[in-house]
C-alpha cells in the first residue's frame, strides 16, 4: 500500500555497567555499554566505550607482502598454475575484464567456486591502491562467471563474492585476489538474511531493504551513494569498521549490471581507503546474493565489509570467544563513529 511508512525499530539497551577505575585508584565508576540487536536478523552487539581496541600505528607489511616464492597469480605463471573454466561453461576459458582475471578455484567449498586476481602483475596491492575500477572490474568478471554457471546449473541459486585480504581475516595467499561459491545450500547468514526479508515482506508489504534505506537517509549512520548502490554503516554490527553496500532494485549478484558492480567497486574502494587511514590492513568482504525467491521479496544484494585483525606477530583476534561461540559482536567504536570518520569519502 502506498503511504504507509513502515518504521524498523532498533533497540538499544544502556547494560549500565560499573567497574573499579585504574586511574583513580579504583574507584567505581559507571561506564556506557550499549546492547543492539539487529532489526532483521535479531543478532546482537555490544558496543564498548573508548577507542580501546584500535591499532595506534599500522605494520609494516614490507616482509609479509614481499614476493618471495611460488604465488599461483602472479601473471608469468599464472596460465601454468591456473586452469581455463571448460567450455561447456564458459567460452572464454578464463574470465577477463580489465586487470582482473577470474579462474575456477581449485579447492572445494561450494558446487561452483571460482577466483578472482585484481591484478596479476602485482603480487600485493595495498588498501588505498585497491582503486573502484580494480575492484569494479574484478566484480564485473565474477559477475560473468556467476551468470554462466546458472545458465550452466539452474539449481545453483544461492550465489555470493567474497574476499578474504591478508592472513588475519584467512587469506592463505597474499596475492589479493576475491573467491564466489554458487550452490543449491547458500550460508548461514544468506539464508537467514532471505528469510527474514522474506518474514518481513509478508508481515508489512514493503522491501525490507528499501524501508531501511529510506529511515537510515542523511541519518548518523549513512555514508552516501554510488549508481544505485546505498551506502551506511550497520546499527548491531557484527565487526569492526563494518560498512554496507545495498544494491537498489537487485535481488541477486547474477542481476548485477556492470555498472553496479562498478559502483560497488567504487565505494568499496573507498571504504578500503578509510581503513587504511585507520591504521588496518586486513578485511572481509562478502557480497551477498538473496537466493531463489528475494525478487519476491524484495530481498537485495548487499555488499558486506569488515575490518580484520592486523598482521602482527602475536596480534590479538578480533574473533574472541563472544562472536565465535556466542554470535555477538563485541566492538569499541561505534557505527556512528565509523560513519563520521567515512562519510568524507562519498
Ligand atoms: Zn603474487
Redesign the pocket.
Known amino acids: 500500500m502506498v503511504g504507509i511508512v513502515t518504521a524498523i525499530e532498533f533497540e538499544e539497551r544502556d547494560l549500565e555497567a560499573r567497574v573499579p577505575d585504574l586511574s583513580a585508584g579504583g574507584t567505581w565508576i559507571t561506564t556506557r555499554l550499549r546492547w543492539r540487536r539487529d532489526p532483521l536478523t535479531g543478532a546482537s552487539a555490544r558496543i564498548l566505550t573508548g577507542e580501546k581496541l584500535q591499532p595506534e600505528t599500522r605494520p609494516d607489511l614490507t616482509a609479509l607482502t614481499a614476493?618471495s616464492g611460488f604465488?599461483p597469480?602472479?601473471a608469468e605463471v599464472l596460465e601454468k598454475f591456473t586452469f581455463p573454466f571448460p567450455a561447456e561453461l564458459t567460452p572464454e576459458g578464463r574470465i577477463r575484464a580489465g586487470k582482473a582475471v577470474v579462474v575456477p578455484n581449485i579447492m572445494a567449498y561450494a558446487t561452483h567456486s571460482a577466483v578472482g586476481i585484481y591484478d596479476a602483475d602485482r603480487?600485493f596491492i595495498d588498501l588505498d591502491e585497491l582503486t573502484g575500477g580494480l575492484v569494479g572490474d574484478a566484480f564485473v568478471a565474477m559477475v560473468r562467471h556467476a551468470r554462466a554457471v546458472r545458465r550452466f546449473d539452474p539449481a545453483a541459486v544461492w550465489s555470493s563474492i567474497s574476499a578474504n585480504y591478508l592472513p588475519p581475516s584467512g587469506a592463505s595467499l597474499v596475492?589479493p585476489h576475491l573467491q564466489s561459491a554458487h550452490d543449491a545450500c547458500g550460508t548461514t547468514s544468506q539464508r537467514l538474511l532471505a528469510e527474514r526479508a522474506g518474514e518481513w515482506h509478508v508481515q508489512h508489504g514493503s522491501s525490507y531493504w528499501s524501508d531501511l534505506i529510506r529511515q537510515e537517509a542523511d541519518g548518523p549512520r549513512w555514508l552516501g551513494q554510488t549508481g544505485r548502490v546505498f551506502w551506511l554503516t550497520p546499527f548491531a554490527p557484527v565487526g569492526f569498521h563494518e560498512v554496507w553496500g545495498v544494491v537498489a532494485d537487485v535481488p541477486d549478484v547474477t542481476e548485477l549490471s556492470e555498472e553496479d558492480c562498478q559502483a560497488l567497486g567504487e565505494g568499496l574502494s573507498r571504504v578500503l581507503g578509510a581503513y587504511k587511514e585507520a591504521n588496518l590492513a586486513s578485511f572481509n568482504f562478502g557480497l551477498i546474493g538473496g537466493g531463489p525467491v528475494a525478487g519476491e521479496h524484495g530481498h537485495r544484494v548487499v555488499l558486506k565489509v569488515v575490518s580484520r585483525s592486523n598482521p602482527e606477530p602475536a596480534y590479538r583476534s578480533d574473533a574472541t570467544y563472544f562472536e565465535r561461540l556466542h554470535g555477538e559482536a563485541m566492538i569499541d567504536l561505534s557505527p556512528e563513529e565509523i560513519a563520521d570518520s567515512i562519510r568524507p569519502r562519498f
Open positions: 614476493k604465488c597469480f602472479d603480487h596475492h
